[in-house]
């Protein structure tokens, strides 16, 4: 097995440098991502922190330094350090950097040319920028919680991926990368101000012109996407497990519909909305008569766009996923291997989670050391 804690680091981001202040959620996966594809991210957290488990997969790939921000001696050195990094990643309330004084005004004095993420709900400014929330808040009030869901019944949280990881993580990073290629070409950093409810907005930028477009319906469940359509939505197999199909394509929903054996008389009835129910117990009761292994076997991989709903345990052991070896092993932990792929600077695991913290000194005499050989 690879030497992740002694390998060299490779990806397209290698060489690049960045801080990130520990905190949870979407700040600590961008990290991550950056540091897969190659960035060193070095962490700073508390003295009293507990230590990071092995266990802790967004953890991975990075080193982290004990400082208590309420020193000012542990202030300015942290300034030493961004005098030396790329980009810095915080996740606090607003202001909160501002009152430790590694505000973004401070910061540009030391380093002009640092990019400055913030990570936060609601964003830097607003009647809600200083109010508490989590992903099922964010994704609320900008409207794509009311979209998810049973007709007739609650709104159900989708995990956190669409908040903190989709609106969140995805568009810090997006954010970063963009101005850090700004700032290599003039020399000029800025602030990369990436609010989940801004992020879960854009995303919501196709669910928009549906409706404007008047092709949307305002009830859960009653829309193409949102397991409204019968051809779009998940079934029940003889032996209770589930699969989930989507042939949105006409020569696609035919395909189903003569793997499935449907009623003729239904095989027109795709956006037929008067005969979606009759579509719906046709395709269930078709489902229901063989087992999850059963349909696998007959329809998985054709073009009729099914797939088992399966368990992330399942995932593991999907042909598919190990043939792309979407899963890796990282001193006996299973980690799901760094996305996207590159196929010249292929990124990397660097290091499990969990390695003992190091003294900020290290790392200085470390940048300073390179910072030299690169003039």
């Known amino acids: 097995m690879e030497n992740h804690s002694s390998s060299p680091r490779r990806g397209p981001l290698a060489g690049l440098r960045i801080v990130e202040f520990a905190g949870l959620g979407p700040g600590p996966f961008a990290c991550m991502l950056l540091s897969d594809m190659g960035a060193e991210v070095v962490r700073i957290d508390r003295p009293n922190a507990p230590p990071m488990s092995p266990l802790d997969i967004v953890g991975r ?14 202030i300015e050195q942290v300034l030493q350090l961004l005098e030396k990094a790329d980009a810095l990643v915080e996740g606090f309330r607003p202001g909160v950097m501002e009152r430790l004084g590694l505000g973004p005004q401070i910061v540009a004095q030391h380093n002009p040319r640092l990019v400055y993420g ?3 709900g609601w964003g830097q400014h607003g009647p809600l920028a200083q109010a508490a929330g989590h992903d099922i808040n964010y994704i609320a009030v900008a409207g794509a919680l009311a979209t998810i869901g049973a007709t007739g019944r609650g709104p159900v949280p989708p995990l956190n991926l669409v908040g903190d990881y989709g609106g969140g993580s995805l568009y810090l990073v997006s954010g970063l990368l963009a101005a850090l290629l700004h700032a290599r070409t003039t020399g000029e950093g800025q602030v990369v101000d990436a609010a989940i409810c801004d ?3 854009s995303l919501l930028s196709n669910n928009l012109s549906h409706r404007l477009r008047g092709l949307y319906r305002g009830e859960r469940s009653g829309n193409m996407l949102d397991g409204g359509a019968p051809y779009y939505t998940t079934y029940e197999t003889a032996d209770n497990r589930h699969v989930a199909v989507g042939p949105i394509e006409p020569q696609f929903f035919s395909l189903l519909c003569q793997q499935l054996d449907l ?3 239904l095989r027109d009835a795709q956006n037929d909305r008067a005969r ?3 579509l719906r117990n046709a395709i269930a009761t078709a489902f229901r008569q063989r087992t999850l292994a059963e349909w696998r076997l ?7 766009c099914f797939a088992p709903v399966l368990t992330l345990e399942e995932a593991q052991q999907h042909p598919h996923l190990q043939s792309r070896k979407s899963f890796e092993n990282v001193d006996g932990v299973t980690h799901i291997a760094p996305a996207p792929r590159f196929s010249r600077t292929p990124g990397h695991i660097q290091s499990p989670a969990g390695v ?8 200085m005499a470390r940048w300073q050391k390179n910072s030299s050989n690169q003039q």
């Open 61 to 74: 790939g990075r080193q982290t330094v004990l400082l208590d921000l309420k020193r000012p001696e542990a």
């Open 118 to 120: 913030r990570m936060t």
């Open 199 to 201: 992020g879960v907005l």
């Open 263 to 265: 009623p003729d008389d």
């Open 276 to 278: 979606w129910h009759l």
């Open 298 to 304: 007959r329809i998985e991989g054709s073009d009729s």
């Open 356 to 363: 003992l913290p190091v003294d900020v000194s290290v790392v």
